[in-house]
Every structure is written in structure tokens, then in C-alpha cells.
């Protein structure tokens, strides 16, 4: 029984508390069971027993006096390590940060979906300072893809253990951040739904930041309905407004460019299995190029890559110090990359950035893009490890697809398509312009079920 309500959907789980059928209280002690059983230690950093059932007993007191504060009341969520949590030291996946003075307030979000009625269960492991779409961790250790049957692979990062969390039943839903890729890569290499936002709807205070200009948060679950849930619920709704969307009629364009580039030969065959199923049910799918993946790969050969620059202004003073040596080698080797960036450089990326933003939204108008999340999928960790040429290689090749989305602005969801080699997991991306969120998450609501292949 103890991983059975974390193996649930937000949906699931929410109809069984609601109905009185389980008490919020034995769900959280469900939950800690579950994650103590699990053999797996890296998934959490932190675990939040004495908080979360603090809150499942105001949860469960408001349901039985029949104050229930809506769907959400009761649902355990874990959150990445970069979310304030009041009381704590906020370490981003570092233990450079671990003597940090504590947080005087939990992030904006995290009180927000307290507000909602949710259990914060603990935090869960990432990549150092989120600087990474692998998720290995040298400090708290890697948590392991629980698809892998071979040999221990990685779980994408950088929510690395918030997609290992989900995916093996251990919370229903975990937080995650996204400058590249960070929702999308877990979700699609763990076989869950990764839901990445529009930069800027919703609050960010309390985050840990990577790039401002290009971090965004979103939840990885179980299904569309749950991330339209709880993204409802972070934009201080108290029910979503997003409405089912018939497929039929709907223009989907796939890039003919970049992103099919080294694509593995079973997410590619996952991907169009995806888009052949679209097709029968009515969605117009068509091929289209988009200049500005090329474009965006040129500009940061010439000038350097925007979040690298923005990392590297903001650990700077860091990396010159001491605290250097205690980092990941490869995310300080990464981040130092940002001082050959100059500030005539950073100008330039800003205003090629504005100018493709602009010359892609008119070019896609009110369609769709889609592609696969990554163009492989979870790779061994142990060569990884081993070898730091391969490490960046395949870092860059796993956050290449995603990485354009979080360059263009655009909302992106993740959506299992099948497997692909060694039986892992395919994401399948759907993705829209900024702030056209509703709109894509209206059609991933109908799409899902067939971008996986259920029988509808």
C-alpha cells in the first residue's frame, strides 16, 4: 500500500480524499513509507515529514468540517531544491550553499499551492546549481531512471529527482524549474508528463535563479489534467478554466530542421508513431522550417550561449573563490565559459533574441510545433561519469531540442510516445509561442491519450 496513492494521478488521489475514502493524514504516511522503502536514496535531499503532516491534518480537519479548499487539498507535491522552504537553507544541489542562512519565507509558489491545500513532502535532488539536462549529482548522488532494466541511466536533469520521484510512484506530482530544458528532459527520459510554462507566469520569488532571462518553472506528473490542475492553482485559481479541445482541424508543424539532427532511431520511430496517430484523429500536421533553430545555434557559436553568460555573472565572485573546488568540476568548467562572453556580446544575443522571438511568432502564428522532448533516450550513467568529454557531448545533444523552446520563449508540454532503445522512454513535445499557454494545454488535454498510443 505504500506506494499506491504516489503511484496515483493528482486526479486519482484527489477523488478518494475528497470522497472521504482516505484520510490526507494516511496518505502522507503512505507517502514517507513509500520513500523509505525505496531503495533509491539520491531521489530527495531533504524529506519534510513533521511539515507535511502538520498540513495533512489541517487538510483533513477541513474536509471532515466540510471546508475542503478544492481538488488539490491533501495532494503531496515534492519540490525541487531550489524552492525557498522557510526554516532551511536553500542548496540548489551544492553543498557550497548548505551553510547559507535559512529562508525566512517559503518561495511564492510553494505558499501559494500551500494555500491550495498541497503537502510539501520534501525536496528532491538536481543537477548542481541546475546547470545540466543530465542530472548527475557528484554531491547527493544521481537517482537512477526507474525504467532502466540494463544498467543504471540517468534521470535527465536538471529536476533530475523530481522526475525519478513521479515516475516511480513515489509523490504524484513534484516542482521543477526550466532554462533548458529542466521539466522536459526528466519528464520525457522518465516517461511522465513535464509541463513547462511560459517564463513569467507565475511567481518567481524564492526560486534560485540560473538565468533570469530564461527560467521558467512547471510541474512533472501523471497526466495533462493533473499539470492543468496545479497550474491553475499557482496562478491563485481556485478551479482551471482550461476547456477539452477537439484535435480535428488543428495545424501542428514539425521543424524540417535541427531538431531530427543525430535523432536516435527509436525516438524517431516513438515521434512518428505520435504524429501518424495525430494525423488520424484530425490534427493537420505538416512539415515546416524554422530559420531561427539554425540561426540560434550560429549566434551562440559567435557569441556565447545566454544562460551561460548569465550563470557565470551570477557565480562569478564564487568561482574565483575558495567554494570552487567543492563544486561539480564540469558545471564550474561549464559556468567559466560565460567570462568569454563580453558586454558587447550579451547585447547582441539580446537583441538577435528579441528580433527571432518575433520573426518565429509570425512565422508560426496560432499553430503548434512538434518534436521530439530529447533526440535520445536515457544514456548509462557510468560513461558519463567517467568521461567528461562525453558528459558535455551528450549534455549539449540532450538540452539541444528543449534548449530552443526556452530561447524563443515558447511553453512546451512532454508527453510519452512509446519506448525507444533499451526500452526506455520517448517524449513527444508539443510546444506554442509565449503566453499561448491555455491554448496548448487545451490541446494536450485532448491529445494525450493519443500521442501515447491508448485505445480511446
Known amino acids: 500500500m505504500a506506494l499506491t496513492f504516489g503511484a496515483m494521478s493528482i486526479a486519482q488521489l484527489s477523488l478518494i480524499i475528497q470522497s472521504g475514502k482516505a484520510d490526507p493524514v494516511d496518505v502522507a504516511e503512505a507517502i514517507f513509507d513509500g520513500i523509505e522503502q525505496y531503495a533509491d536514496k539520491a531521489v530527495f535531499t531533504v524529506l519534510l515529514r513533521e511539515r507535511a503532516l502538520r498540513e495533512a491534518h489541517a487538510s483533513s480537519k477541513r474536509i471532515r468540517d466540510g471546508r475542503s479548499l478544492g481538488a488539490l487539498d491533501g495532494i503531496p507535491i515534492a519540490w525541487k531544491d531550489l524552492f525557498d522552504i522557510e526554516g532551511m537553507a536553500t542548496t540548489a544541489g551544492s553543498v557550497v550553499l548548505a551553510g547559507d542562512a535559512p529562508a525566512k519565507r517559503d518561495a511564492a509558489v510553494v505558499t501559494t499551492l500551500k494555500n491550495a491545500g498541497m503537502l510539501a513532502i520534501g525536496r528532491t535532488n538536481m543537477s548542481e546549481f541546475a546547470f545540466s539536462g543530465l542530472g548527475i549529482n557528484p554531491h547527493y548522488g544521481t537517482p537512477e531512471n526507474p525504467h532502466s532494466r540494463d544498467e543504471p541511466r540517468i534521470p535527465g536533469g536538471s529536476s533530475s529527482g523530481a522526475g525519478v520521484a513521479v515516475a516511480a510512484g513515489l509523490v504524484p506530482v513534484a516542482m521543477g ?4 530544458g529542466s521539466v522536459r528532459i526528466p519528464a520525457a527520459l522518465n516517461g511522465i508528463v513535464g509541463y513547462k510554462a511560459t517564463r513569467g507566469r507565475y511567481a518567481m520569488e524564492g526560486v534560485y535563479p540560473l538565468s533570469t532571462s530564461l527560467d521558467s518553472l512547471g510541474p512533472l ?9 496545479v497550474d491553475a492553482a499557482m496562478r491563485g485559481l481556485t478551479a482551471p478554466t482550461i476547456a477539452w479541445q477537439s484535435l480535428k482541424g488543428i495545424e501542428i508543424v514539425t521543424p524540417r530542421n535541427v ?11 516513438a515521434f512518428e508513431g505520435g504524429v501518424k496517430r495525430l494525423r488520424a484523429a484530425g490534427a493537420l500536421v505538416s ?7 539554425d540561426e540560434i545555434l550560429a549566434l551562440m557559436a559567435k557569441h556565447g550561449a545566454l544562460v551561460t553568460a548569465e550563470a ?6 564564487r568561482l574565483a573563490g575558495p567554494e570552487a573546488a567543492r563544486r561539480d568540476h564540469r558545471v564550474v568548467m561549464r559556468t567559466r565559459l560565460g567570462e568569454k ?18 520573426d518565429t511568432e509570425r ?17 548509462p550513467i557510468a560513461a558519463l561519469e567517467r568521461d567528461d568529454e562525453l558528459f558535455v557531448a551528450t549534455n549539449g545533444k540532450t538540452l539541444r531540442n528543449t534548449a530552443l523552446g526556452n530561447f524563443l520563449d515558447w511553453c512546451g508540454v512532454s508527453i510519452p510516445c512509446g519506448k525507444g532503445e533499451a526500452d526506455m522512454p520517448v517524449g513527444f513535445l508539443l510546444s506554442a509561442p509565449a503566453n499561448r499557454d491555455d491554448a496548448l494545454l487545451a490541446v494536450s488535454l485532448a491529445a494525450e491519450a493519443i500521442i501515447r498510443g491508448d485505445q480511446i
Do not use: K
Request: glycine share 6%; net charge negative; aromatic share 8%.
Open 221 to 229: 506528473c501523471r497526466s495533462v489534467q493533473d499539470a492543468i490542475w
Open 363 to 379: 512565422l508560426i502564428g496560432n499553430r503548434l510545433i512538434a518534436f521530439p522532448s530529447v533526440a535520445h533516450v536515457a544514456p
Open 177 to 180: 524549474t526550466d532554462t533548458g
Open 312 to 317: 557565470f555573472a551570477l557565480h562569478r565572485e
Open 287 to 293: 512539415p515546416l522550417e524554422i530559420p531561427a533553430f
Open 341 to 358: 562572453t563580453s558586454m558587447p556580446d550579451y547585447i547582441a544575443i539580446l537583441a538577435a533574441r528579441a528580433r527571432l522571438i518575433a
Open 259 to 269: 531538431v531530427f539532427d543525430g535523432l536516435g532511431a527509436g525516438v524517431a520511430e
